[in-house]
């Protein structure tokens, strides 16, 4: 084979030398300079050097540096790896402990966190007032031997009722109120208020009391509630949903509460209400107004429902209808009602008329003694442009269920529990 050059490798035969001197003349020097030993260039620099052994040195050089380099940017990359990932499991951190005082918060406000129950809150607001010269030191201990029998028999003291608005109602009714064609009323009804013991989170409990005070005066449901003679107080209503998810109503609910509430500042809504309902074999219906159907965030099918449930089989031509209807239990985010009545308008407009366990039984007396002008009926009142929560819930009483019947929807709440007006 013909000589290769060593500087372009190219086959160069007997004119190497030539070629070389052609080619490459600029790395060997000018002719006669004694020049004439083989050159190597760096590949990396392009230095030239005039021994392979000086050539693999400068080489070797080069690659100690780059390897140096590399390491370098090895380390680098490390460091920034190092100092995301605990950047990373800080935020981590972070975010657990937000969701933690979070959650703390929620059950707090549910009175899910374990804070005690009735009994622990009415003794300490009592000492609170004590504390504050409130109350006499005689009048605590005598109210808490009140407390402690009615929690001891299950049946609430009274304390909190009112008794008879529904019949000054009927009464006012009949003789004033000029701008009403036509109200009609539910069958009696006590109200209930908040007291020291489950104020900020008793309203379900209170709601359900006023609802159970009018079925009990009804002979339809005195079969199925003859268990349950008087009204029962807050933690025996407490125990009696906790028997009503042991029999099987409601599991989904049941779990969210861990199955207890007895004891706690648990609030209550329209599920366990239908839940206690039912297993009392009441028949009863739950109505999800689950989004506005009126201007403003109004909800006036609402309103038409409770006319409807009302003036079925009460269509008479008086002015005034006290039905036997029991009044409806109505629950929105935070806080719950009972819907005693409705009145409708000359004008065609509608008018809730609504027991709060907010209102004191102070106020709820005035109403025992109505003026002319009906103005204490402003505790009662709500028109539709009042009533602007995101979704409302009823629950509605229609009867008395079979054993069957009650197994069935005992069977069915596992299921569904609700039904929705579109």
């Not at 070389?20 to 030993?37: A, F, I, K, M, S």
């Not at 009722?161 to 529904?166: A, E, L, R, W, Y």
């Not at 609802?211 to 009804?218: D, I, K, P, T």
Request: hydrophobic share 30%; with cysteine.
């Amino acid at each position: 084979a013909p000589p290769e050059c060593p500087f372009c490798g190219e086959a160069a035969g007997r004119e190497l030398e030539e070629h070389v001197r052609e080619r490459h003349g600029h790395l060997l020097g000018p002719p006669g300079t004694g020049n004439d030993e083989q050159l190597y260039e760096c590949p990396m620099c392009s230095l030239t050097c005039t021994n392979i052994q000086i050539l693999e040195e400068h080489v070797d050089l080069h690659l100690e540096e780059h390897s140096f380099s590399e390491g370098g940017n090895v380390r680098d990359l490390e460091l920034a790896q190092q100092l995301q990932t605990e950047e990373d499991k800080w935020q981590r951190s972070e975010e657990e402990k937000r969701e933690r005082e979070e959650f703390k918060k929620l059950q707090k406000q549910y009175g899910l966190d374990n804070s005690g129950g009735y009994k622990q809150q009415f003794l300490k607001n009592m000492e609170r007032e004590v504390d504050r010269g409130r109350m006499q030191p005689f009048e605590y201990h005598k109210r808490k031997a009140d407390m402690m029998e009615s929690l001891a028999f299950g049946i609430d003291d009274g304390e909190t009722k009112t008794s008879g608005v529904i019949e000054a109602l009927c009464k006012y009714y009949q003789n004033e109120s000029k701008d009403v064609k036509r109200v009609w009323l539910s069958a009696g009804v006590d109200h209930f208020h908040s007291s020291l013991g489950d104020k900020g989170w008793g309203c379900g409990y209170r709601n359900f009391q006023m609802l159970l005070s009018s079925l009990l005066q009804n002979s339809l449901y005195r079969d199925c509630l003859r268990d349950t003679t008087l009204i029962p107080s807050i933690p025996k209503i407490q125990s009696m949903i906790e028997d009503a998810w042991r029999e099987g109503f409601d599991p989904h609910g049941a779990s969210h509460f861990n199955n207890r509430l007895h004891g706690s500042k648990a609030w209550i809504g329209a599920c366990e209400i239908y839940s206690l309902l039912t297993s009392l074999r009441i028949k009863c219906q739950i109505i999800d107004f689950h989004k506005p159907t009126g201007a403003m965030g109004t909800h006036p099918r609402l309103f038409e429902w409770v006319l409807h449930y009302y003036s079925t089989d009460n269509e008479g031509g008086t002015k005034v209808m006290c039905t036997s209807k029991p009044p409806i239990y109505l629950q929105h985010q935070g806080h719950s009602r009972t819907v005693v009545g409705i009145e409708e308008k000359k004008n065609k407009s509608l008018c809730l008329l609504l027991f709060d366990p907010g209102c004191s039984s102070q106020e709820m007396q005035k109403l025992l003694k109505q003026n002319s002008d009906g103005t204490n009926l402003k505790l009662l009142r709500k028109f539709v442009g009042s009533l602007k929560e995101k979704q409302y819930q009823i629950v509605a009483v229609d009867g008395v269920l079979s054993l069957e019947e009650k197994a069935a929807r005992c069977h069915a709440s596992q299921v569904l529990t609700s039904e929705k007006i579109p």
